[in-house]
């Protein structure tokens, strides 16, 4: 393969370099693995193969010359919609079980069994007390914050049948859903119901299916990954602007680097807690090194760059480069995101992989458990690991890019509120005004189909030129870390309304808001600015982008997102063309149903074109400039 050919894969000199790198020495990327699976299955990508019971598996023809029907007479409109609740629930699934999981991590800190954790914002506590009724006189921070938990983790089941969350929604927003029977009752509920639905023979109404579809969405965002955010702000402290470094030449030629990639920040932050004492700084000296530097990837990343100056080596297509970098003692995983691959490119290099989480296990990599419980002992034991595995790195394969770049991240709500001088009203006369035409959620993931980082930074540099505002997470907000749009001095690249706000509060036009599971942050600025003005979500200049995504989870958010009322393109094809009635529903009657729909689009200017031709409709309908 020539370097032109490599040069289609990435935006990023740093991939680039590595990715030319890795041919060089014969090992293999998810690009090469990508090229291999061409051309994919014309079934699977239409969304018309069924295997959910064992009659199949069945698929429809799509071009009509075969069969129209699966054994049990499911047609392409039911097998579509049933694979698309699955990945839905999926999905929700995901992002909600990493919710119940800070949840319990929150119980553990609050009842004394996991003392290594403690309460980092009791404001923040304070304020969730408030709203969820927990009394809060003359009670312990603990006590208060062991009841908020276990009205969490009620919320996972269905005791109540609804959610404290549902409070924040605007009531035009809650009406629609009341009125369509998608209010979310319990997170686990909606999973259930979902795999419930799509066995065989129970549900075979495409819209019926779609609806829960909504419904399963609804209990991520306004759910699970809302719990996910709030709490773990509470325990780990709510994210504050400051300064960060990204991309893979943040790692460093004499020092022990561990990345920590996955999900979950709970142990990450025992990690980056654990190298900062003298003990484990020393004994990285005594074998050579002179420090240790720890790394995100991917939105375990992300999560401890809102919260810590922690550097971030790079996003979802980077976790296999970072390997070939030669220089990364460990790569330490958790849930979500994480490539089977790594083991056995690690083998070729010195690489350990540590995996942590019972639920996600590698053959081929250590295992080192994380429990609460001990959760400091567990990172030390590997930090140690990784100092101990610094002498058997071979100097001479080291190559690690010297591309960084400095970004501006940790725009929690609060923060937003904050940099407003403590309300929403200044961005919102900046909409009324026009100085900024709207508000664009660009994130999601990477995915060969798109060249690597394209999607996202063209969609945003698009967007910011022409005084949209883009608030970003996941691995959208680390593609803009990496291109200099999270800085402060990116406010040149944008339009001249929005340059001049940005200039005058001194932040980026860009807006890094977290990982995967804020969006719900985002879904709060939705609602305020809805409240505010007195309409539903659907009225304002909304929109929500996933220029390159990939995940179950992505078709989940971009469940809820559209179900809140936000309009939403996707950068890559979703596998439900196989039914002309379920993508005309999702792309077309959904607008009339919940006021917004998703549109698909490769082409990040074009998706630019999209969101600026539906916010210019909004803005008439509201009467604004
Ligand atoms: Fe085939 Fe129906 Fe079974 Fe699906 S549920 S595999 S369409 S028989
Ligand atoms: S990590 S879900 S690749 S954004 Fe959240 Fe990135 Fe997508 Fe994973």
Not at 577 to 602: C, H, K, M, P, R
Request: aromatic fraction near 4%.
């Amino acid at each position: 393969m020539d370097k032109n050919e490599h040069a289609q894969k990435s935006i990023d000199p740093a991939s680039l370099a590595l990715i030319e790198r890795a041919a060089q020495e014969g090992k293999e990327l998810a690009w090469d693995r990508f090229k291999e699976q061409e051309p994919q299955c014309g079934f699977g990508l239409l969304g018309i193969c069924c295997r959910n019971c064992n009659m199949g598996p069945c698929r429809i023809d799509p071009f009509g010359n075969g069969p129209d029907k699966g054994v049990c007479g499911a047609d392409a409109d039911t097998i579509v919609a049933r694979n698309l609740l699955r990945t839905i629930a999926a999905g929700a699934a995901a992002h909600s079980d990493h919710g119940r999981d800070i949840v319990e991590t929150l119980l553990h800190a609050a009842t004394g069994e996991g003392a290594d954790y403690s309460i980092k914002d009791e404001a923040k506590l304070m304020a969730l007390a408030g709203e969820l009724n927990v009394p809060t006189e003359g009670r312990s921070s603990n006590d208060i914050a062991a009841d908020i938990a276990k009205k969490a983790i009620a919320e996972f089941g269905s005791e109540k049948g609804t959610f404290e969350f549902m409070a924040r929604v605007p009531q035009p927003r809650k009406d629609i859903w009341a009125s369509l029977n998608i209010l979310p009752r319990g997170i686990d509920r909606e999973v259930v119901e979902a795999m419930h639905r799509t066995h065989m023979g129970v549900d075979t109404d495409y819209v019926n299916l779609i609806l829960q579809g909504l419904r399963t969405g609804l209990s991520d965002g306004w759910g699970g990954s809302m719990w996910a955010t709030e709490l773990s702000d509470v325990l780990f402290g709510t994210p504050k602007p400051h300064k960060g470094v990204s991309n893979l030449g943040v790692l460093k030629e004499d020092e022990v680097n561990i990345i920590v990639h996955g999900h979950e920040p709970t142990l990450s932050e025992m990690i980056v807690q654990a190298v900062r004492e003298p003990e484990m700084i020393e004994l990285a000296r005594s074998k050579g090194a002179k420090g240790i530097t720890v790394a995100g990837m991917c939105c375990t990343g992300n999560e401890i760059l809102m919260r810590h100056d922690v550097p971030i080596a790079g996003n979802f297509l980077q976790q296999e480069l970072a390997i070939v970098t030669g220089a990364v003692e460990a790569m330490v995983v958790d849930v979500q995101c994480i490539m089977p691959a790594l083991t056995g490119l690690a083998e070729c290099y010195h690489t350990k992989i540590i995996s942590t989480s019972p639920k996600a296990k590698f053959p081929g990599a250590q295992h080192v458990p994380f429990s609460e419980e001990k959760a400091l002992e567990t990172a030390r034991e590997i930090v140690r690991i990784a100092i101990e595995n610094y002498p058997n790195r071979n100097k001479e394969k080291v190559f690690i890019p010297s591309e960084k770049m400095e970004f501006v991240a940790g725009f929690s709500v609060e923060a937003i509120l904050s940099a407003l001088g403590g309300s929403l009203n200044p961005l919102l006369d900046a909409i009324k005004a026009g100085t900024i035409k709207g508000i664009a959620a660009v994130v999601g993931c990477n995915n060969p189909k798109i060249q690597h980082d394209y999607g996202h930074i063209t969609l945003a540099e698009e967007l910011i030129k022409e005084d949209v505002l883009v608030v970003e997470t996941g691995c959208a907000a680390i593609a803009s870390a990496k291109a200099g749009l999270l800085l402060p001095e990116a406010a040149a690249k944008a339009g001249p309304g929005l340059r001049s706000i940005c200039e005058s509060l001194g932040i980026p036009p860009v807006l890094h808001m977290g990982s995967c599971v804020d969006i719900s942050r985002i879904l709060l600025v939705a609602a305020a600015a809805a409240n505010a003005l007195g309409v539903d979500i659907s009225d304002l200049p909304l929109a929500g982008a996933a220029p390159e995504w990939m995940s179950e989870k992505a078709v989940s958010i971009g469940a809820y997102v559209v179900a809140t009322g936000i309009f939403t393109v996707l950068g890559t094809v979703p596998p439900v063309l196989g039914s002309n009635n379920v993508a005309a529903l999702l792309t077309q009657g959904a607008n009339d149903v919940v006021g917004a729909a998703f549109a698909v689009e490769g082409d990040p200017k074009k998706a630019a074109a999209l969101i600026l031709e539906h916010m210019k409709g909004k803005r008439a309908k509201l009467g604004l400039p």
